[in-house]
């Protein structure tokens, strides 16, 4: 529950922020989480693989602290694909679509559920 930034003054901390990437895991086992963050594209640039990760996360009842400052404001797609820890089952991709925006910092909260799927939250400043 599932990488720095700085101070902003004024109309900067309307426009500017970052978004981080958090894991919960509601499973009795630990699992692999594998993350992948593409931005949207535009006219002027082509879609493109902003974060990618994979990580062993182990069971907990609230998100862990995950990979901070993974993206600048935006929109991206998120897609995240789930396997037991032996890798013998696999779930996903699950996908949504994500928007930090409007504020200094904020996180998308992935939680794996018992039954090996995946549900977002997006934390606001």
Known sequence: MAGGGGVYAGTAALSSGYGSVQWSN?????VWVETVVRSTGGLLFPESV????????FPTEHSRAGDTNVVETGTYEV?????????????GPF??????????HQTLIVTVTEDLSVEFDQKEC
């Open 26 to 30: 509601e499973r009795d086992e630990e």
């Open 50 to 57: 902003a974060y990618h990760e994979e990580y062993r996360i």
């Open 79 to 91: 897609e995240v694909t789930v396997e037991t820890k032996d890798r013998s089952e696999s779930a």
């Open 95 to 104: 996908t949504t679509t994500w928007a930090p925006a409007g504020c200094h």
